[in-house]
Every structure is written in structure tokens, then in C-alpha cells.
């Protein structure tokens, strides 16, 4: 009988603790992220810009990391998606929103939202290179 008991405890316990997915969602104020080639290659000198009026560009570092500054960004509102084009001489320009709607959930009515180089933990992206 104890053992049954110290099983549920145990349980509970661990069903409260915060998973790690937690902690990697945590919203931060800039986007951010790591640019690759087709190889996983880390590439850098990509030209990467808000598409929006009065937007700077910056570039990825020699580890393919970019990170880029929005003065509007709303951490209460990271619902509002962006664009973000990424550009480098012999690749295709990729152009990535920020933001994902996805289709309702049948049992629930509710949206899927999944958002992009807004979370502490980088997000990736592949750039292909030009076929000529």
C-alpha cells in the first residue's frame, strides 16, 4: 500500500514540475536565429531584414547567427506576424513569417499558433543554393 502511495506522489510531483519545453518557449524582445546551407553548414555574410518601412539589415556571423532588432516589437502581442527575408549571393532568397496559423482543432475549435525567432532558443533556417 505504500508503495502505491509513494507511486502517485511521485506522480503528481512530476506531472507539476515545468517540462523543459517551458523553459526554450520563454519570449524574448529581438528575433533570432541560426542560418544553414543544404549541407547543415553554418553560412555566413546572409543579408537577413524585417520586410518593413525603416527596418535594418543585418548580417550572420561566422557561426550562421543572426540577430535582428524590431523597435515594434510587442512582447504582449507576438501574435502580429512579420516577414523576415533572408539573402545571399548563389542562394535562393527565402523570405519566413514570424507567425503560423495553423487549421482549427476538430475536438476543440481552437487555433494552432506556432511563432518563430521570437523564443530564447534559436530557430533554424536552410538556405538552398541557386540552380542555374
Known sequence: MKIYLLLIFLSVVMACKPSKKDDVRKIIDYYHGIVLNEQFEKLSGVRVVILEPGSKVVSTDNKGYFQIKDIKFNKINVQRGKKISFNKDGYVTDTV???????NYEAKNRRIINNYFIYEIPDTIILRKNVF
Open 97 to 103: 513569417s514570424t507567425l503560423l496559423i495553423g487549421p
